[in-house]
């Protein structure tokens, strides 16, 4: 068999291949055995079908069934010979059967681009750490109290954060109006998801009160019904609670953690958000040496892939989309579908860069030698099953079935520690910066 290669790309790589004619005849030779003792034609008994009769019914089906094989085998040859690995599927052209019977075709497929890392070790960074103060810990504090605060029902004029059980009716606007009334509605005065109209009208309301209130819908609203319009409510108010935040002392403390005092609490707080603020600047910091090191280390990358990652994100924002336009319901979201290309051109930045994080990461775990133990690869099975809510078992099963994709899951962990490992080594200048 002759090959010969071209590269016109540095990810793309062409097969030029010919098969002696001799082994086209051979593989013909070996279908016509197959045929002859299986061929069942009426007048002639099992295996008996004369050879000219057999080549004038089947000749034909027998060659291009010859073809069918030698093309994909030819080309799988051609791969391992050369040790290349494709991450497409071949596109086979040119396809041509000469008088002689030699076989000639073109298998047009793509593979990884070579990397070569010049420097992933004393890259310059900042890190960036959010300061954590009494404030910021005094915050987290009321968010906690928030949680656990009760409410209880007040006679004077409704204020923010109180809370509001309402009956509404849309009263002008709408054609079907009963299809988006409420009863017994609670809300809390002055939250973000409540509709801003009803937040400012509804201030200084009594229970008992009745109000009209007019409510103006961008003409993009995910609701369809009530996009571009603008709809007035009568809002009755059947009741106004007034929230009570718990004192933050020792019983606070034990109510809603492990701990026995207020002051074990914040101290516990305050650790938590430290920690939290220090895997922050430390993801800041890899994030800015794999943009350094994808900058240094230019990569062409093969269509193919990022096409498929892109597909991936693009999917992904559909979905998001369609929860926004439809509320989750089911269906079809013409909207979505007419995002699409906005939505390619938006993500295909982002799916570039994720490929070639990964090409690079997976050539630092080459070069460093990073392996994932036993144990390192049953913890990570366990935290990806608790996320995705699934029984552990399954996924080892699965692996047990298919060693490649546990070979697969054990190189992502390896790339993760790669990835975790590029902070370390980074030479970063701490910051000391303000929380958002």
């Given at each position: 068999?002759?090959?010969?290669?071209?590269?016109?790309?540095?990810?793309?790589?062409?097969f030029?291949?010919?098969?002696?004619?001799?082994?086209?005849?051979?593989?013909?030779?070996?279908?016509?055995?197959?045929?002859?003792?299986?061929?069942?034609?009426?007048?002639?008994?099992?295996?008996?079908?004369?050879?000219?009769?057999?080549?004038?019914?089947?000749?034909?089906?027998?060659?291009?069934?010859?073809?069918?094989?030698?093309?994909?085998?030819?080309?799988?040859?051609?791969?391992?010979?050369?040790?290349?690995?494709?991450?497409?599927?071949?596109?086979?052209?040119?396809?041509?059967?000469?008088?002689?019977?030699?076989?000639?075709?073109?298998?047009?497929?793509?593979?990884?681009?070579?990397?070569?890392?010049?420097?992933?070790?004393?890259?310059?960074?900042?890190?960036?750490?959010?300061?954590?103060?009494?404030?910021?810990?005094?915050?987290?504090?009321?968010?906690?109290?928030?949680?656990?605060?009760?409410?209880?029902?007040?006679?004077?004029?409704?204020?923010?954060?109180?809370?509001?059980?309402?009956?509404?009716?849309?009263?002008s606007?709408?054609?079907?109006?009963?299809?988006?009334?409420?009863?017994?509605?609670?809300?809390?005065?002055?939250?973000?998801?409540?509709?801003?109209e009803?937040?400012?009208?509804?201030?200084?309301?009594?229970?008992?009160?009745?109000?009209?209130?007019?409510?103006?819908?961008?003409?993009?609203?995910?609701?369809?019904?009530?996009?571009?319009?603008?709809?007035?409510?009568?809002?009755?108010?059947?009741?106004v609670?007034?929230?009570?935040?718990?004192?933050?002392?020792?019983?606070?403390?034990?109510?809603?953690?492990?701990?026995?005092?207020?002051?074990?609490?914040?101290?516990?707080?305050?650790?938590?958000?430290?920690?939290?603020?220090?895997?922050?600047?430390?993801?800041?910091?890899?994030l800015?040496?794999?943009?350094?090191?994808?900058?240094?280390?230019?990569?062409?990358l093969?269509?193919?892939?990022?096409?498929?990652?892109?597909?991936?994100?693009?999917?992904?924002?559909?979905?998001?989309?369609?929860?926004?336009?439809?509320?989750?319901?089911?269906?079809?979201?013409?909207a979505?579908e007419?995002?699409?290309?906005?939505?390619?051109?938006?993500?295909?930045?982002?799916?570039?860069?994720?490929?070639?994080?990964?090409?690079?990461?997976?050539?630092?775990?080459?070069?460093?030698?990073?392996?994932?133990?036993?144990?390192?690869?049953?913890?990570?099975?366990?935290?990806?099953?608790?996320?995705?809510?699934?029984?552990?078992?399954?996924?080892?099963?699965?692996?047990?079935?298919?060693?490649?994709?546990?070979?697969?899951?054990?190189?992502?962990?390896?790339?993760?520690?790669?990835?975790?490992?590029?902070?370390?080594?980074?030479?970063?200048?701490v910051?000391?910066?303000?929380?958002?």
């Amino acid at each position: 068999m002759k090959v010969e290669i071209k590269e016109p790309k540095s990810w793309q790589r062409v097969f030029e291949i010919e098969v002696p004619g001799q082994q086209v005849k051979a593989a013909i030779e070996e279908l016509f055995r197959e045929y002859s003792k299986k061929a069942k034609l009426p007048g002639f008994r099992q295996g008996k079908v004369p050879r000219s009769l057999l080549e004038s019914r089947f000749g034909q089906g027998i060659e291009a069934e010859a073809i069918e094989q030698l093309v994909p085998d030819s080309y799988e040859r051609a791969l391992a010979d050369h040790k290349l690995v494709p991450v497409n599927r071949a596109v086979i052209s040119d396809l041509d059967l000469s008088p002689d019977k030699d076989l000639k075709f073109t298998a047009t497929f793509e593979i990884l681009p070579s990397v070569a890392i010049k420097r992933y070790k004393g890259v310059k960074a900042t890190k960036r750490v959010a300061k954590i103060t009494d404030k910021e810990v005094d915050r987290e504090l009321d968010y906690l109290r928030n949680i656990y605060a009760e409410h209880g029902a007040v006679e004077r004029p409704a204020q923010l954060t109180d809370k509001l059980t309402v009956d509404y009716i849309p009263q002008s606007g709408l054609d079907q109006p009963e299809k988006f009334k409420g009863e017994n509605y609670v809300l809390e005065l002055g939250a973000a998801q409540v509709l801003p109209e009803f937040n400012q009208q509804l201030q200084g309301a009594k229970a008992g009160d009745v109000r009209q209130i007019p409510v103006s819908y961008a003409a993009d609203y995910s609701v369809k019904e009530l996009a571009g319009k603008t709809v007035t409510f009568q809002v009755t108010v059947k009741s106004v609670q007034e929230k009570k935040l718990p004192e933050l002392n020792d019983e606070f403390a034990t109510k809603v953690s492990e701990y026995q005092t207020a002051q074990e609490l914040r101290d516990k707080i305050k650790a938590g958000m430290e920690a939290r603020a220090e895997d922050e600047a430390m993801e800041g910091v890899r994030l800015q040496v794999l943009d350094a090191l994808i900058k240094d280390n230019p990569l062409e990358l093969p269509e193919s892939l990022v096409s498929e990652e892109l597909a991936a994100m693009v999917a992904e924002a559909k979905k998001r989309l369609h929860m926004q336009h439809h509320q989750g319901a089911k269906g079809e979201c013409p909207a979505c579908e007419q995002e699409e290309p906005k939505l390619r051109d938006q993500y295909r930045p982002a799916a570039e860069w994720k490929i070639k994080e990964e090409l690079l990461l997976s050539e630092i775990v080459k070069q460093e030698k990073v392996e994932v133990s036993d144990a390192e690869l049953d913890e990570a099975v366990g935290e990806w099953s608790r996320y995705n809510r699934q029984d552990p078992a399954k996924l080892r099963e699965a692996f047990a079935k298919n060693p490649d994709r546990r070979d697969d899951f054990r190189s992502r962990i390896a790339i993760g520690k790669a990835r975790k490992q590029l902070g370390e080594w980074a030479e970063a200048a701490v910051e000391l910066v303000d929380m958002k």
